[in-house]
């Protein structure tokens, strides 16, 4: 093996050195693989940024793997090394290979004028994530010292929903510059992430689909960049041939045109197969006439030599005979009953598609139209079609008149059958009915059974009813809404149902339909409601408290106070503190029945002195009659309201604040006097300058 090839080895040598094109600067960048494979279950552990590869070509000169250096659009450049961890990825990678192709470190560092050389990005790659197997070339290859393992380069930037036909991601371009230090020779490539493409050709997807996607650069002169996606396989020229039918087909007796797909270094190529003729057996493009034997699949063979030492070769099957000839033919009447079916098989073909996408040779239809069916053969493809129709079951319906007075009768008739059974167990297409109800009739003919329903109400003279609210507030209105129609005539001269009334009065109504006629009447009224405010005091300086009465009629309105600084209460007595200077306007609204009234008058507020209201709870006393802080007392500033209760340690109240300026002389609700300890109090209280105060906390008796 080893002997194997070291011989394979020089003789690529050779025909390397002898086919490359050598680059007038220092390096030429011809590909990066920009989302490299990283399949968790092959490379545990690994990060993509460790399996990314560029594929370069060197100039003229003599490289050392020290002079080089690269800008990557992510990451920092950490420096090549070669080393026994190097040269053991190097074989490890070689052995993988299943071409004729090699792997070489530069012997000592230093790589040969113009040789193709695959930089990978980390010492720490992966063999298995990216295959080497089909390398049919002799490369350079060396490696960045390991650390980075995020990636170097930013993948795709499109949707990950789903694959999509065109990119939609924004524009965002990459930019690589590899420099040959001894001169500041550099190239500089540049690619788009959402022209990257997936494993479909496609663009987006998930990150699988997307593993592979590789930028490919052309030179020399001002590089242009193209897209594509060999999955998960290292950024090489595999050796491959493939055949495409480029006119013609052997059906029928006729002949084929063939063209050569080439990848990597081929350099002849032979036709062989069958047993007809090839207009060019070594050509790129050759035409095949079929000979006596070749019938039906024929198959034909394209080798293609390169530097390996086995050929490469693929394979086509054509096919040969005639075109399909389709029938349909059916198991029944093309003329269905409703309900019924029938079955449709086609024959002379191989597989079939029908106008239904079914496949098969046979489908059951039950639907009137027209249904075709393609049948595919070796040679071509051929359809058929047949017309399925519908025979007329019965359309029943029933006709005659819906509606009779009662005592009297209407004949109903049916149509649309030959013979007809009625729900009332009568026979014959007509019966005559006396009562009000549903009546249904069966149709048969030959094709099945109908059904048909008529309704037939018995109408009794009218009997008219007024509803709506016969009781209107003053300067309103009310809708007034009769019943019994269907036509009215009001007392007003108005024909509608509902007629609108503003004046009280009595209203009457005449409805009728075709058994007679009936007549109702209502009494419409008015509702007064009034409203009138008491304030007290009118005018002051503020903070300025007024009370507020309210009276209406009725006496049992609802009251709803406006109190003209934002301020809004309910009820009959209300109390409001002013804060501010000012003329303020009071409203006052009663409602009652849907009525409403208003009211208001006018309070005045002059400017005072300003005071910032405070309160604070004293924590000890001593009721001990002495004389001296006998009683609780609150230091109170400017307090307009408090409410403040005492308990005891079992949560009992023994005292309360129910206004400003009040005392607790440590006595209960009974009078007798607590004991000594500590109580708890909850206090809050109100400002005149309208400040809230809140405090809990405690309170010791001593005696």
Not at 189 to 206: A, C, H, I, K, W
Not at 245 to 260: A, F, P
Not at 290 to 316: M, S
Not at 432 to 451: A, F, H, I, L, R
């Amino acid at each position: 093996m080893y002997l194997y090839r070291s011989v394979l080895l020089a003789s690529f040598l050779v025909a390397f050195e002898a086919w490359a094109q050598v680059p007038t600067e220092c390096l030429e960048i011809e590909s990066i693989l920009v989302d490299a494979c990283n399949p968790s279950d092959l490379c545990p552990g690994s990060s993509e940024g460790q399996n990314e590869m560029i594929r370069f070509r060197t100039g003229p000169q003599a490289t050392a793997i020290g002079d080089l250096e690269a800008d990557w659009p992510n990451n920092s450049w950490r420096g090549l090394v070669q080393n026994s961890t190097t040269a053991q990825l190097t074989a490890t990678l070689n052995a993988t290979i299943e071409s004729c192709g090699w792997l070489l470190e530069p012997p000592g560092g230093i790589i040969p004028p113009g040789s193709t050389v695959l930089l990978v990005t980390s010492t720490a790659m992966c063999t298995a994530a990216n295959s080497f197997a089909s390398l049919g070339d002799t490369l350079y290859i060396i490696f960045q010292d390991a650390g980075n393992t995020n990636g170097h380069f930013a993948n795709h930037n499109n949707s990950t929903n789903a694959p999509a036909a065109s990119p939609d991601g924004p524009q965002a371009f990459r930019t690589l510059i590899l420099t040959y230090l001894p001169t500041a020779c550099s190239d500089t490539v540049t690619y788009d992430r959402p022209q990257l493409v997936n494993v479909l050709g496609s663009y987006g997807g998930n990150s699988n689909l997307n593993d592979g996607a590789t930028a490919v650069f052309t030179w020399p002169g001002v590089p242009s960049v193209s897209y594509i996606n060999n999955g998960c396989q290292a950024p090489v020229i595999p050796v491959s041939v493939d055949i495409e039918v480029l006119s013609g087909s052997l059906c029928d007796g006729g002949t084929v045109t063939l063209g050569s797909v080439l990848q990597g270094d081929i350099t002849s190529l032979q036709w062989s197969g069958g047993t007809g003729t090839f207009s060019d057996p070594t050509g790129n493009q050759t035409t095949y006439t079929p000979g006596p034997g070749d019938v039906g699949n024929v198959v034909l063979q394209l080798c293609g030599e390169g530097n390996c030492a086995a050929p490469v070769c693929t394979t086509i099957t054509l096919p040969t005979g005639n075109a399909p000839v389709v029938t349909i033919t059916a198991d029944g009447p093309l003329a269905l009953c409703p309900g019924e079916n029938v079955e449709l098989t086609a024959s002379g073909a191989d597989s079939y598609l029908w106008s239904t996408q079914a496949t098969g040779t046979t489908i059951t239809v039950g639907q009137p139209g027209t249904y075709s069916v393609v049948g595919t053969g070796a040679c071509g493809s051929a359809s058929a079609s047949v017309t399925v129709t519908t025979a007329n079951g019965p359309a029943v319906s029933i006709s005659g008149d819906d509606v009779f007075c009662a005592g009297g009768s209407v004949v109903l008739t049916a149509q649309g059958a030959d013979s007809f059974v009625w729900n009332t167990q009568e026979t014959g297409a007509a019966i005559t009915v006396s009562t009000g109800g549903t009546y249904t009739v069966v149709g048969t003919n030959s094709c099945g059974s109908g059904t048909a329903s008529f309704q037939v109400t018995e109408e009794q003279a009218p009997v008219t009813t007024i509803n709506g609210d016969l009781a209107i507030c003053s300067g309103a209105s009310t809708t007034l809404t009769a019943t019994g129609g269907p036509d009215y005539l009001w007392s007003t001269g108005e024909q509608t149902a509902a007629i609108q009334v503003s004046q009280p009065g009595t209203y009457s109504v005449t409805v009728e339909n075709n058994c007679g006629t009936s007549t109702a009447s209502v009494e419409v009224t008015s509702l007064v409601v009034t409203a009138a405010i008491t304030a007290s005091p009118s005018s002051g300086v503020a903070p300025l408290e007024v009370s507020f009465t309210g009276q209406s009629a009725p006496v049992d309105a609802a009251l709803a106070w406006d109190l003209g600084d934002g301020g809004a209460d309910t009820g009959a007595d209300v109390e409001h503190i002013y804060l501010e200077p000012g003329v303020y306007t009071v409203t006052l609204t009663a409602s009652a029945s849907g009525c409403t009234a208003t009211a208001s008058t006018t309070i005045t507020v002059l400017d005072g002195p300003s005071v910032i209201s405070s309160i604070t709870v004293p924590n000890v006393f001593t009721p001990n009659g002495d004389g001296h802080n006998d009683d609780l007392t609150l230091l109170e500033v400017g307090i307009a309201k408090v409410d403040m209760e005492v308990l005891n340690r079992w949560g009992q109240v023994v005292g309360r604040f129910e206004r400003p300026g009040q005392a607790w002389d440590a006595r209960n609700f009974s009078g007798e006097q607590v004991p000594e300890g500590t109580y708890f109090f909850v206090m809050t209280a109100t400002g005149v300058d309208g400040r809230k105060h809140e405090a809990k906390g405690t309170i010791t008796v001593l005696r």
